[in-house]
């Protein structure tokens, strides 16, 4: 039974994300605006390596914008960072509606029928 509670304490919340060679690397929770950063800059890193596959990014976006307080620790420069992200996914073929926590709802980036 031990063995069972173990593996839902490496749940999400507590995201490791190991880069190998790359730049920056995160491992913990997120609870602050700095773990953000570091965690974005490190899925960052990881598309630039050609590391992490679109989809597997938009499962960890989907996970950041559920983090209870996202809106609190989201300061200007995470919110650079998860922007590049987004447009990385959309540039890399997917197609997607801007999130609100990320972009004004009247800018078009990527319009979908140019």
């Not at 509670?5 to 995160?26: E, H, I």
């Not at 630039?48 to 990014?57: F, G, K, L, R, Y």
């Not at 992200?85 to 140019?114: C, H, M, S, Y």
Request: hydrophobic letters at 30%; glycine letters at 6%.
């Amino acid at each position: 039974m031990a063995a069972s509670g173990s593996k839902k304490k490496n749940s999400k919340a507590q995201t490791g994300t190991s880069t190998g060679g790359s730049r920056s690397s995160y491992q913990g929770e997120i609870t602050n605006s700095k773990d953000l950063k570091e965690f974005l800059l490190s899925i960052r890193d990881r598309m630039e390596d050609d590391q992490a596959s679109p989809v597997n990014v938009i499962s960890v976006m989907n996970y950041i914008f559920n983090i209870s307080n996202i809106e609190e620790l989201l300061d200007k420069d995470s919110k650079e960072i998860a922007r590049d992200i987004w447009l990385r996914v959309k540039q890399a073929g997917v197609q997607l509606r801007n999130p609100g926590l990320l972009f004004d709802t009247d800018e078009e980036v990527f319009p979908q029928n140019p």
